[in-house]
């Protein structure tokens, strides 16, 4: 019987071959490795992906598609909301192996994943997300553009990431009411040392209200905590590049 995609999911199954190839030969997976699929579905990209690996673990919320997957004895099934899993715990699961994590993620909750990988970053060699469009045009996007905001800075902190393909709406059975792309993440080598907690809520402030400049919204929020450095706040917050974000936070903890 063929499953009916659940709204309540966000479910939208990629079915077009040649999307499933370019994805899948993007991620290059290699025996040994150790990969995490984010909602397999119907296993579009998973049964490509088993093809090039001994095991693949997968993540799937839906209980009818998790007791499908479960029949495959070379898939490890985690049936749960992801943003659930402990990916640290994962880690160790998997033979401390860094983890490569893959996936068309319900566009519903996309962000809220992205913000829960980024506490497990360290474990975690790359990542490749089928998103929606606009969410990748604001992960990528440069300062004083209107896409750039708080998730364009505290990605493009910890991760350098590409744009792999766009992605019709007639790509996916049923089809999306939006345009699709796939993004490729890798962690930085070398990211800034900061307090994640504290950096965290100073963007979050910065972009509360995109329309005022900072002087309104930044400038109190620092003065409470004794900012003692050099700042326009004659500026709008998407005026203000993500290395300069970083050097106030990093000026904070002095």
Partial sequence: ????AKKRFGQHFLVDVGVIDKIVSAIDPQLGQAVVEIGPGQSAITRPLLNRLDQLCVVELDRDLAQILKGNPRLKVIQADVLTVHFGQLFEELGTKPLRVVGNL??????????????????IQDQHFMLQKEVVDRMLASPNSSDYGRLSVMLQWRYEMTRVLDVGMDAFDP??????????????????????AKFSEMVQVAFSQRRKILRHTLEPWLAQRSF??????????????VKEFIEVVQSLCQ
């Fill in 1 to 4: 019987m063929k499953h009916i």
């Fill in 106 to 123: 319900p566009y519903n909750i996309s962000t809220p994943i992205l913000f829960h990988l980024l506490k497990f970053v360290e474990m």
């Fill in 175 to 196: 089809p999306p009411r939006v345009l699709s792309a796939v993004v490729k993440m890798v962690p930085r080598k070398q990211a800034a040392i900061l307090d994640e």
């Fill in 228 to 241: 003692k450095g050099e700042f326009d706040f004659q500026r709008r917050a998407q005026e203000v590049g």
